[in-house]
């Protein structure tokens, strides 16, 4: 066993599901391994989650590297989110949670 996991410091079982477990992160980690995504497509897909927290919920699931995100254009200023190799790995635990 992970000496790390024993004391639960930097556990990465235990910050894969710190990551996951937040509300919404599933929901739109699911929709995101479907196909890429726009932020709206995000919001209409997932109609009850605010645009403050979709936001929030984007960005760490980025910064835990579990999506993706490019800008492709400045002017209408467009972002698409898409899953990471590190997703795609985690599709059929996922898709058993649905």
Known sequence: MNQDCISLNNCPVLSLFNSLWKR???YILFHIL???KWFNELKK??????????S???LELEQEWFI???ILSNSPFR????STQKTKNLKKIL???N
Not at 45 to 54: D, E, F, Y
Not at 79 to 82: A, M, R, W
């Open 24 to 26: 919404w992160s599933i």
């Open 95 to 97: 898709e058993k949670l």
């Open 45 to 54: 897909a997932i109609p009850k989650i605010t645009s403050k927290v979709l």
């Open 68 to 70: 993706s995100k490019n």
């Open 79 to 82: 972002v698409e989110y898409s």
């Open 56 to 58: 929030q919920r984007l």
């Open 34 to 36: 479907k196909s890429n």
